[in-house]
T-cell receptor, first 110, second 112 residues
């Protein structure tokens, strides 16, 4: 059974600093998704990673996928307050349902 | 393409009442999914439709829950005899085949 773990669960960082969120999954998965969720809101799609070695960047966020290590990372560069949110990764086992991690609650301090 | 829509956005109900939620997927999408998200957790899969056929139900979906997609377009999720533990955000998503799932705004249920 596919399981997805994220760490850290909570992250408090200063503006301007860099940090990485890690997403590990337990069985083979060729597709990995990153979402952002603001309090009380739905999921906003950030990145879709479809193959080993995939790297995507949007603004201050960069995501990568290593299917051999069963690891995806979300790197934050020079954090700003607007990035404060909860970030989820989700793995697709090749069937039809996404398995989500527990989320990383990010707070960027001014 | 107006995205996935859900109605209502918020529902407050008393324990023991029945509630029904509606999801309208992106028009050409043949697959529709329901997830439940409780506070502080990631979304959990509940059930999935391909066209009008319900192909799997999670063990999270007790007998009090029923979902339909009668004409392969919109879907409804009904909860009978609601319990406080049913309080959650109910998310609907749709996809075209095995492509990326697009999530709706969610229905937040509060059972008092």
């Amino acid at each position: 059974e596919l399981k997805v773990e994220q760490n850290p669960l909570f992250l408090s960082m200063q503006e301007g600093k860099n940090y990485t969120i890690y997403c590990n999954y337990s069985t083979t998965s060729d597709r990995l998704y990153w979402y952002r969720q603001d309090p009380g809101k739905s999921l906003e799609s950030l990145f879709v990673l479809l193959s080993n070695g995939a790297v995507k960047q949007e603004g201050r966020l960069m995501a990568s996928l290593d299917t051999k290590a069963r690891l995806s990372t979300l790197h934050i560069t020079a954090a700003v307050h607007d990035l404060s949110a909860t970030y989820f990764c989700a793995a697709d086992s090749g069937t039809y349902k996404y398995i989500f991690g527990t989320g990383t609650r990010l707070k960027v301090l001014a | 393409d107006t995205g996935v829509s859900q109605d209502p956005r918020h529902k407050i109900t008393k324990r023991g009442q029945n509630v029904t939620f509606r999801c309208d997927p992106i028009s050409e999408h043949n697959r529709l999914y329901w997830y439940r998200q409780t506070l502080g957790q990631g979304p959990e899969f509940l059930t999935y439709f391909q066209n009008e056929a319900q192909l799997e139900k999670s063990r999270l979906l007790s007998d009090r829950f029923s979902a339909e997609r009668p004409k392969g377009s919109f879907s409804t999720l009904e909860i009978q005899r609601t319990e406080q533990g049913d309080s959650a955000m109910y998310l609907c998503a749709s996809s075209l085949g095995f492509s990326e799932q697009y999530f709706g705004p969610g229905t937040r249920l509060t059972v008092t």
